[in-house]
Structures are given as C-alpha cells and as structure tokens.
Antibody, heavy 121, light 107 residues
Framework: EVQLVESGGALIQPGGSLRLSCAASGFTFSNYVMTWVRQAPGKGLEWVSGISGSGGNTYYADAVKGRFTISRDNSKNTLHLQMNSLRAEDTAVYYCAKDQRNSWFTASDYWGQGTLVTVSS | EIVLTQSPGTLSLSPGERATLSCRASQSVTSNYLAWYQQKPGQAPRLLIYGASSRATDIPDRFSGSGSGTDFTLTISRLEPEDFAVYYC?????????FGQGTKVEI
C-alpha cells in the first residue's frame, strides 16, 4: 500500500525558514516523479514544485522560485522541501504527491494528508 | 504558463442527476496532458481522470472525461451522495503545472 506522510509544518515568522519532509513507503521511491502542492486556507490547489526520480531535474512555480528547494533522498525514501524567506502568502497545507511514472508528463496518483505551514508574526 | 478556467464555480444538483463540469485552457494542451481531481473537505485530492479521458485506478465508470485542445469536460453520469465535493482540473504537460480554480458540486 502506498503511503505518504508529510511532516515539518509549523508556525513560523515572516522571513523565516522551514524544511518539510515526506516519508514514502509501499512503492519503489526512486522510480517516480514526486511533487509538492499547497492549498491556502479556504482556497484552491496550487502546484509548488516537482522532482524527477533521480533528483536530477527539478521544477518550480514562479511564486516560489529562488526561495524554495525541492530534494529527495532515495536511500531513505524521503522527499524534502526547503522553504526560505517565507511570506504570509505561503501559509497553506502542503501536500506531497507521487506521480504515475518517472516522467514529468504524468498526473499525481497518490497524495499524503498534508502538513500545515502558517507564516505569521 | 497555461491558465485553466473552470465553470461553473458551483453546481447545485440532486443525487441521480448528471453533472457536467468544464475546464478551458488559455492555450492548447499538449497531448491532452489534463487531469481531474476530486477533493472532499479535510481530505487530500484524489486522481479521477488523466490524459483527459483515462480513468484512474478504482474510479467508478460513472466518471468520464472528454475533450482536447483547449476545452475539456468531466461528466458524472449519475451523482451518488459521495460525489458531492470540489473538482479541479490540472495541466501537467509543461515546465510548470497549473490547476483550475475548482468547481464545487453541492446538493
């Protein structure tokens, strides 16, 4: 059974940094693209970032480019999102998701339950 | 970046009725890289349709997707009580991925 468990969400002040993690199990982690998607309170879904199975290719939404860094540790089946220079508008539930294949041209077929990041003073 | 516009914003229907949800892209979607997701309150999204018309694993056949180019449709043939939720379309074929703003299907 595929399981994705996010952690690391917290209340953080504007300008601060936070590192989210996603522990994966039930599939061969290195064989799949992984992504982060966020959802601000009461709002819709927003794609944040994605990474290829090897970690060699990364993709970012314009809203987070230069501030967020996605990475993965295939030896530990873990996905990370390093978030720097956080802003109030980064407040959201952050979901990690597994894609259908190790190709950028696939949808996300499994999702974690999310971790809440609140940026506020 | 492709912008996806979903309509209507809210769809008020009864169980047993047919639901038709629209997703329009600002430019042609390459190779129909278009997905539909369902999200219920307090839950993570669930993949329903990928490639514009292929049902994901374990998705009932009352859900169907169609369309190409810039116009896509999600149809729920007969609404079940558990289908009342928010539905999002997503383009996943470019260097960045985008979601539509969502359509709420309510009783």
């Amino acid at each position: 059974e595929v399981q994705l468990v996010e952690s690391g969400g917290a209340l953080i002040q504007p300008g601060g940094s936070l590192r989210l993690s996603c522990a994966a199990s039930g599939f061969t982690f290195s064989n799949y693209v992984m992504t982060w998607v966020r959802q601000a309170p009461g709002k819709g879904l927003e794609w944040v970032s994605g990474i290829s199975g090897s970690g060699g290719n990364t993709y970012y939404a314009d809203a987070v480019k230069g501030r967020f860094t996605i990475s993965r540790d295939n030896s530990k089946n873990t996905l990370h999102l390093q978030m720097n220079s956080l802003r109030a508008e980064d407040t959201a539930v952050y979901y990690c998701a597994k894609d259908q294949r190790n190709s950028w041209f696939t949808a996300s077929d499994y999702w974690g339950q999310g971790t809440l990041v609140t940026v506020s003073s | 970046e492709i912008v996806l516009t979903q309509s209507p914003g809210t769809l008020s229907l009864s169980p047993g009725e047919r639901a038709t949800l629209s997703c329009r892209a600002s430019q042609s979607v390459t190779s129909n890289y278009l997905a539909w997701y369902q999200q219920k309150p307090g839950q993570a999204p669930r993949l329903l349709i990928y490639g514009a018309s292929s049902r994901a694993t374990d998705i009932p056949d009352r859900f169907s997707g169609s369309g190409s180019g810039t116009d896509f449709t999600l149809t729920i043939s007969r609404l079940e009580p558990e289908d009342f939720a928010v539905y999002y379309c997503q383009h996943y074929g470019g260097s960045s991925r985008t979601f539509g703003q969502g359509t709420k299907v309510e009783i």
